[in-house]
């Protein structure tokens, strides 16, 4: 069962106890704006920053994590995966040393 938007306004707010502190400079414009908007939600300034900025920096890590490749280089990188090429020379050989000096 989802939650309507009336729902979880009217819910009782869990207090979380918030220690740390950040100062922000901004236009008068700027706060107007964020006050507007953050009324428009039913919720307090800091509230409605404190949710923006957690929602855009989740995004901006998931970003730096995630790897999007196009059809083409997926298919790629799935036949590399189930059909690997045979090793050259050079990577038994390297492979060899490797043994023989951490493990042999």
Do not use: C, W
């Not at 059809?71 to 590399?80: L, M, P, T």
């Amino acid at each position: 069962m989802q939650t309507t938007e009336t729902e979880r306004v009217n819910a009782p707010r869990r207090r979380t106890i918030r220690k740390a502190r950040i100062d922000v400079r901004l236009t008068p414009a700027s706060k107007e704006a964020l006050m507007q908007a953050a009324a428009l939600r039913n919720v307090n300034l800091s509230d409605f920053i404190l949710s923006s900025a957690q929602k855009e920096a989740e995004q901006v890590i998931a970003a730096h994590h995630i790897i999007t490749l196009s059809e083409r280089d997926s298919h790629a990188f799935a036949e590399a995966l189930t059909n690997p090429p045979a090793p050259s020379e050079r990577a038994r050989q390297a492979a060899q040393d490797y043994l023989a000096r951490y493990h042999g």
